[in-house]
């Protein structure tokens, strides 16, 4: 069911699951409580990149050949979902440890799967077909739920999705945001933050026709409920975009790994990784060639990058790139859960070091709201904050930061070493200890995340783990 050999291991590659993705998140997003979940708790629209990787990898992880990988996977999924709870703009409860609910975003990836080979003129078998149903139900029994939730057949299946797209689909404000928001407005990815004129070059054009792309792909009785407009022309885009993608799965074996993109796009300019230097090489040619296009076709301006070396940020800024991670213009506890759900993710915490974490966000968020909510809106503005940002480094958050070093000095001998402090900021650090007699001691690691989290320094190794898209 898992590894190489299943079904879907053979689309992993496959650069036709980008589209089926994309289209994926929209049905999934027009469910009533994960459309309500997203709004509330995701970081999809201030950090769409990093969602996108983290969710790769938890993918990889759960079809993977490893099952105690895939074990611990489905433990901290979910972990990550119990804490997912709330209620929607219209009082309606939402809860993403719902069976139901899970049952339906693995429904959508099969059917997506399916859609994409029939959409680019190769469907699959009826044997293969069922084959890939039957891996998917094996995913959703690996996170522990019961048989039942999803059809037991794949005839039945069909019944049941054509049931809740006609029923319980609605056009959605997750939904929207992701067909008419998230691609006309999507952040350069880490790889291209120096490049702002290149990217919205290329934004301005592929944002609106991802959005056609995909409309025009989801079920008919379902647009036609929703309101979604087609524009004149989108189903003929759509198959020709699903053709052409399928091209390149005839390129030599290795020329499109998933894993390689993945890394390659989250890779920061700042990073250790000899890749980055042949990139910070290439750049400079593709900035010539933006000074260029600039001279051609002016663009609308572009937040200008930061310049290497700065050290201080504004407090607007630090409110905008740092703290208000799902993008919705407050502070409040959705926000410090999604840093705690990023740090632990990439620290791979199991119980109870995750809970621990969580428990010190927690205890921050309730001495910030006790010091800077002053209206009183169970919520911080960024006015607020800027008003009395010299209140963040309070008892609470220096908790934080002793957590996260107790979670990182796995030998407990109060010092990171090159090793350990290579775990926690995989994906770009700029203190490397490999070779040197300097340790990493808790007051100088407390000292520096404090730093950071009151918005003193920019140039910090947590940039790339809580401020990057």
């Known amino acids: 069911m898992f590894g190489p050999g299943s079904q879907f291991h053979e689309f992993f590659n496959d650069p036709r699951w980008a589209l089926a993705m994309v289209r994926a998140t929209v049905l999934e997003a027009a469910h009533p409580q994960i459309g309500a979940a997203l709004i509330d708790n995701s970081t999809f629209v201030a950090h769409p990149w990093r969602r996108l990787r983290n969710t790769f990898l938890s993918m990889q992880r759960m079809f993977g050949a490893d099952d105690h990988v895939r074990q611990r ?26 069976p139901d609910v899970r049952a339906w975003v693995v429904a959508t990836l099969f059917e997506s799967a399916v859609t994409m080979c029939r959409l680019s003129g190769q469907p699959l078998e009826q044997q293969a077909m069922e084959r890939l149903y039957a891996e998917f139900q094996a995913f959703l029994a690996a996170l522990g739920d019961e048989a039942g939730h999803l059809p037991p057949s794949l005839h039945e299946f069909w019944h049941y999705y054509d049931r809740v797209v006609e029923e319980e689909l609605e056009n959605t404000e997750a939904m929207r945001i992701i067909l008419y928001k998230l691609f006309d ?32 792909s989801l079920p008919e009785p379902f647009r036609r409920r929703a309101g979604l407009p087609e524009l004149p022309g989108a189903q003929t885009l759509m198959q020709g975009a699903y053709l052409a993608v399928g091209l390149a799965r005839v390129l030599p074996d290795g020329w499109i790994q998933a894993d390689t993109i993945s890394d390659l796009l989250s890779l920061s300019p700042d990073s250790d990784d000899p890749r980055a230097r042949t990139i910070n090489a ?16 002016p663009l609308p301006p572009e937040p200008r990058p930061t310049a290497q070396g700065a050290t201080q940020r504004s407090a607007e ?62 919520r911080i503005s960024a006015e607020e904050y800027a008003a009395a940002a010299a209140s963040l480094a309070g008892p609470a958050l220096i908790k934080v930061a002793e957590v996260l070093f107790d ?31 300097t340790a990493y001691t808790r007051s100088a690691f407390i000292k520096d995340f404090l730093s950071f989290m009151t918005g003193r320094h920019r140039t910090s190794p947590y940039d790339p783990l809580l401020a990057q898209a």
């Open 185 to 216: 407005h999507l952040p350069a990815p880490p790889l291209l933050h120096g490049l702002p004129t290149l990217w919205a070059a290329g934004r301005t054009i592929a944002g609106p026709v991802i959005g056609a792309i995909t409309v025009a």
């Open 407 to 437: 979670a990182t000095d796995e030998d407990g001998n109060q010092i990171i070493d090159a090793d350990e402090y290579r775990t926690l900021f995989r994906t770009a650090f700029q203190r490397d200890t490999a070779g040197t007699e």
């Open 282 to 297: 290439l750049r400079d040619t593709m900035n010539r060639a933006g000074a260029l296009i600039r001279l051609i076709s």
């Open 73 to 98: 996977e489905a433990a901290r999924l979910n972990r990550l979902h119990a804490r997912l709870n709330g209620t929607d703009a219209r009082d309606r409860p939402y809860d993403a440890m719902d």
């Open 317 to 378: 800024e630090f409110f905008q790139e740092v703290l208000d991670q799902t993008g919705n213009g407050y502070l409040d506890w959705p926000d410090l859960a999604a840093m705690a759900r990023e740090l632990s993710s990439r620290l791979d915490l199991d119980e109870p070091e995750e809970t621990q974490l969580y428990n010190a966000f927690a205890d921050w968020w309730r001495e910030l709201q006790s010091a800077l909510d002053t209206d009183g809106d169970g």
